[in-house]
């Protein structure tokens, strides 16, 4: 049973479309949740974490929500340059401890 | 954040031969983590290798197949050992970076086996 999953696998959207992205997930004691981007040939870029639920954190178009059982990527006004596979993970009792993945969204935006 | 640097960044290897990939960090970190990604798929974790502690083994990885050195707060290696067509993945290292808990990547080893 997957403990990390993200939805949708892909999206293909027009530049300026906005949209979210989902990722669920059950593990018990959750101590905080990842964001990150990847681009094909390359190695996952932090984004975000959060660690309650409530918890926003923007940076330029995206912006990471998270409840008690989801988070949500969302992409405002996209642009080319944002297309890649995004990958949530979570990191259950400690801090520093390893993070589980989920297997990503890849998005791709058109001009 | 910590700079991450993975050596060779790429690399076609016979089946039956070893690999050895090195990641080097730019500060001095505790915390680190060895992770392959399949073709299509997502990250797994295959051991912990904490400074000052043996590295420690996800299910399904064994030590004998991917031994792991971890000399200083700086470095470490992995070696991919008597490869198979199945162990051809890209092999990450990622460290924590203190007092944030961030989580950081190398650039990956793309392995190939034939």
């Known amino acids: 049973e997957d403990q990390v999953t993200q939805s949708p696998e892909a999206l293909r959207l027009q530049e300026g479309e906005s949209s979210s992205l989902n990722c669920s997930y059950t593990?018990?004691?959750?101590?905080?949740l990842f964001w990150y981007r990847q681009d094909p040939g390359k190695g996952p870029e932090f984004l975000f974490t959060l660690y309650s639920a409530g918890e926003e954190k923007e940076k330029e178009r995206l912006k990471a929500t998270l409840t008690k059982k989801e988070s949500f990527l969302h992409i405002t006004a996209p642009k080319p340059e944002d297309s890649a596979t995004y990958l949530c993970?979570?990191?259950?009792?400690?801090?520093?401890?390893?993070?589980?993945f989920g297997k990503g969204t890849t998005l791709s935006v058109s001009s | 954040s910590a700079v991450i640097s993975q050596k060779p960044s790429r690399d076609i290897c016979q089946r039956g031969t070893s690999l050895t990939i090195q990641c080097q960090v730019d500060?001095?970190?505790?915390?680190m983590f060895w992770y392959r990604q399949q073709p299509g798929q997502s990250l797994t974790l295959i051991a912990t290798?904490?400074?000052?502690?043996?590295?420690?083994?996800e299910s399904g990885f064994v030590i004998d197949k991917f031994p792991i050195s971890r000399p200083n707060l700086t470095f470490s290696t992995l070696t991919v050992s008597n490869m198979s067509p199945e162990d051809s993945s890209i092999y990450l290292c990622?460290?924590?970076?203190?007092?944030?808990?961030?989580?950081?990547f190398g650039p990956g080893t793309r392995l190939t086996v034939t």
């Open positions: 990622s460290v924590v970076d203190t007092p944030t808990y961030e989580q950081y």
């Open positions: 500060s001095q970190v505790t915390m």
């Open positions: 593990v018990s004691g959750l101590r905080g």
């Open positions: 993970a979570v990191q259950e009792g400690q801090a520093g401890t390893a993070l589980i």
């Open positions: 290798a904490n400074q000052g502690s043996e590295a420690t083994y």
